[in-house]
């Protein structure tokens, strides 16, 4: 009877511990959209009288990692990263018509060829995102602006939005453990690697109140807390953002993304365009076993059945119906920690994809032969980030990981091929 009672008394603790962060977690999410003004395409609300964003933000710092590493993991909580008009460079492609919105229904044949992959005509008309010259360009210029101000405004305090001396703004990502900046930066160059360019632009840097880049805010990061020499990521700030909807077909009561679906004939081109990114999403976020994103939106339909009509985490959409993929902390070294935990959902998840961009696919099957990720990864990281050595790279054990998901997303691509190559 004893044990009865302890086993009750145990569950109704961590019922109410889930209450509270459930509870601080809307509160929280309502306040910084409130300062943010973040809206939908349309404008309002993505879904009038529905309560705001009650997703798997709830329980993410609670459930990320087992009770004995929590302190050591610091889960921190996405928010969308909007930003400054001066950020007009996002589409660097010198073709206005691949910038500009696209509506319609189909016109131009159909959206899939070669039985999962997207159509040529598709491909041509998607804008070119983050190209690299713009993000090499980027760099750079982060690395040696000073900074007059930090201030809230990419989510929870451990981040700061700050503003350069010529006005430009970026996110500054403090991780409370060095895997979670690790984790980032890591993502952000596999992205590179697999030609994926929707991730804004990313550089390091070190934390001195001796230096000129951080002489100006030396006592706002005294206030924050953060360590000295300590290194931090910054984010291009990109404007006029908004939040994105699972759509229809990658939802739970849908049959998933796949070349037979007869609704792609009936989609727009914008729409066409938006899945192809997400086709990208998913297959991304499956090698970096990012729980933070569509992941953690499957795991809470356990209690919230319309998850996944509310916005998507770490996900935004710019005013021409481009995605981008932001907050990717828990990618790669926070993600592998946790695989065990989030393993069947990231399967669930890429289950419900069979349509692929040819250019992903190809940079898959390359390194799945080659079998040198670990390398690839590392060489354009240290070869890139003048303070990849002092953040480090990943263990042996987290890049055997990596190859291995490599390798199955390749293997998912060929079942894919070898269900549907004859459509």
Known sequence: ??????????????????????????????????KRGLSVPGGGSSLRGLPEDLSAKTFRALLAVPVAQRAHSGGRLGAPNLTDPTAADYHVN?????????EGAVKLGSPVVDGIFWS?????????????????AWRERARTRRIVKLEPGCGRISNQLATFSDGTKACVRYGINADQVQGETLTYYLASLLGIANLPPLALSQLSGDSDQWAAVRTRIGGLQWS???????TEWVSSLSGVVTPAPLRQESGGLHPALGELRNKT???????????????????TANF??????????QWDSRVMERDT???????????????????????????????KYHNTVLSSVCVFRKRTTQRVSELHRRRDTRTRLRDLYRDSEPLSLELGYLSDEHAG??????????EHILHCKEKYGQL
């Open 1 to 34: 009877m004893r044990a009865f009672s302890a086993n009750l008394f145990a569950l109704l603790f961590l019922c109410a511990l889930a209450s509270v962060f459930y509870v601080w977690s809307v509160l929280e999410n309502r306040l910084e959209r409130h």
């Open 94 to 102: 010198g073709n206005d018509k691949r910038s500009a919105p696209r």
């Open 120 to 136: 040529d005509w598709l491909e041509d008309l998607l804008p070119a995102g983050f190209t690299e010259e713009h993000a090499r």
């Open 228 to 234: 000295d020499r300590a290194v931090v990521s910054l």
């Open 269 to 287: 081109t914008a729409e066409l365009l938006e899945l192809m990114q997400w086709s990208d999403l998913i297959a991304f976020d499956y090698l």
């Open 292 to 301: 933070d994103r569509l992941v953690s939106n499957l795991f809470s339909l």
């Open 313 to 343: 985490n770490n996900l935004l959409r710019t005013p021409h119906g481009d995605l981008v993929f932001i907050d990717n902390e828990a990618g790669l070294v926070h993600g592998f920690r946790v695989l065990n935990m989030w393993e």
């Open 401 to 410: 990981v990596l190859q291995d998901r490599i390798d199955r997303l390749y």
